[in-house]
């Protein structure tokens, strides 16, 4: 959605985990497991594009851009931002990468203190970076601020209460400039806003985009939503990146199965080609990231299933110029231990018994 997003890589993350410690209920509370949130992903962001973050609830979005802040603490691999490693910055050193990185909350009401005015909660950042001190500045950057995001500065001595969703939302993005970032992740902003409200406070990102030259990672779970204001796609499937291209080559012709299952819901404005085309309907659950499958994490729901999907996990290889890890562009990756359960299987050659059909769509949630 910008014009400058032919520049370098802004972050790059790789191989990046975040694991969560499942406890046992005895009195020792021992670690009997863990939750591979996000278990070996790679991507990079090019300063001033827009990269759409989008996979199904549970896959691991949030956790992702958590982790790019160290608001969540990463298990392994590496995010360097801007020149640094995000993930041996010191204490002091966070401060400094949490003004240039920012963070667009889903639910803006209960990302905002009830009990403080609209004031205080966009002052915070101000007062973390000792930014515009003295109380006249200070009160001056608020009022700046909220009308950045148009809102009247008025509004500053007022409560969240007193304010609409999109009202709020915009109160969030005000908090998330207060401190000139240059990378804001925006965890699905639109999702709680009315649909009608959702178009202005995209437009309003839009303009902001240009106006700081931001470079942002927007998440959600809805293609269509991404598709409206991405640069670039990457598709995450269990606590991996499965595929990463550009937008248009991402929905025209997609590289992996699993991009294309979540196209395949996406309704169609013709009423008539929505009639006719065929949906690709995913078997079985989604594992459990406690348990993922071996070999290829999506191989336990993937109709494309083959020979080395159960043993082998697949790297995400150049295929053309998407990056997909998927075996049916030759198989890259690493040799693991098959697993006991093979759930389902069939290989290639039956790629006509792929369940399709007129679903009623709504994959991804
Ligand atoms: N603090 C935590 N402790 C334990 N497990 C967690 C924690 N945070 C997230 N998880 C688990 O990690 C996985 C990924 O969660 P995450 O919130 O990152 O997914 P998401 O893609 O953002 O989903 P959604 O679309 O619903 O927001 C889920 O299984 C979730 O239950
Ligand atoms: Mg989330």
Request: glycine share 12%; net charge negative; with cysteine.
């Given at each position: 959605m910008s014009e400058r997003s032919g520049g370098g890589p802004l972050l790059q993350v790789n191989d990046l985990q975040v694991w969560?410690?499942?406890?046992?209920?005895?009195?020792?509370?021992?670690?009997?497991?863990?939750?591979?949130?996000?278990?070996?992903?790679?991507?990079?962001?090019?300063?001033?594009?827009?990269?759409?973050?989008?996979?199904?609830?549970?896959?691991?979005?949030?956790?992702?851009?958590?982790?790019?802040?160290?608001?969540?603490?990463?298990?392994?691999?590496?995010?360097?931002?801007d020149g640094d490693e995000v993930t041996e910055l010191s204490k002091s050193d966070l401060r400094g990468l949490r003004r240039k990185m920012a963070m667009i909350f889903q639910d803006p009401m209960a990302s905002l203190n009830p009990r403080r005015t609209i004031g205080e909660s966009v002052a915070e950042p101000l007062e973390i970076h000792g930014l515009h001190e003295g109380k006249e500045a200070r009160r001056r950057r608020i009022g700046d601020l909220l009308e950045?995001?148009?809102?009247?500065?008025?509004?500053?001595?007022?409560?969240?209460?007193?304010?609409?969703?999109?009202?709020?939302?915009?109160?969030?993005?005000?908090?998330?400039?207060?401190?000139?970032?240059?990378?804001?992740?925006?965890?699905?902003?639109?999702?709680?806003?009315?649909?009608?409200?959702?178009?202005?406070?995209?437009n309003l990102m839009r303009h902001l985009q240009e106006e700081l030259d931001l470079t942002y990672l927007f998440i959600a779970h809805d293609l269509s939503a991404i598709y409206h204001v991405s640069d670039r796609i990457a598709v995450m499937y269990l606590g991996r990146i499965v595929e990463t291209a550009d937008r248009d080559a991402l929905v025209e012709d997609p590289k992996?199965?699993?991009?294309?299952?979540?196209?395949?819901?996406?309704?169609?404005?013709?009423?008539?080609?929505?009639?006719?085309?065929?949906?690709?309907?995913?078997?079985?659950?989604?594992?459990?990231?406690?348990?993922?499958?071996?070999?290829?994490?999506?191989?336990?729901?993937?109709?494309?299933?083959?020979?080395?999907?159960?043993?082998?996990?697949?790297?995400?290889?150049?295929?053309?110029?998407?990056?997909?890890?998927?075996?049916?562009?030759?198989?890259?990756?690493?040799?693991?231990?098959?697993?006991?359960?093979?759930?389902?299987?069939?290989?290639?050659e039956d790629r006509d018994a792929v369940a399709t059909g007129p679903a009623p769509g709504g994959r991804g949630g």
């Open positions: 969560f410690p499942i406890h046992g209920s005895g009195v020792l509370r021992r670690v009997t497991g863990h939750v591979r949130a996000v278990d070996g992903v790679d991507f990079d962001v090019r300063r001033g594009e827009t990269l759409g973050l989008v996979g199904e609830s549970g896959c691991g979005k949030s956790t992702t851009g958590l982790a790019l802040l160290r608001l969540v603490a990463p298990t392994g691999g590496s995010i360097v931002f950045m995001v148009g809102l009247s500065p008025d509004y500053r001595d007022r409560y969240p209460h007193e304010f609409s969703g999109g009202q709020l939302q915009r109160v969030g993005i005000a908090r998330a400039l207060a401190g000139e970032p240059e990378f804001i992740v925006a965890d699905e902003p639109i999702a709680s806003l009315d649909v009608s409200i959702q178009a202005q406070v995209m992996h199965p699993y991009t294309e299952a979540l196209l395949s819901a996406v309704p169609l404005p013709d009423p008539g080609k929505e009639r006719q085309r065929e949906r690709i309907l995913l078997g079985g659950e989604i594992p459990s990231p406690s348990n993922p499958p071996s070999g290829c994490n999506f191989r336990t729901r993937c109709p494309e299933v083959f020979e080395p999907c159960d043993t082998v996990d697949p790297d995400l290889q150049e295929v053309g110029d998407h990056l997909a890890a998927c075996h049916l562009h030759g198989v890259v990756g690493e040799e693991v231990e098959p697993s006991a359960h093979r759930n389902r299987g069939h290989g290639p």
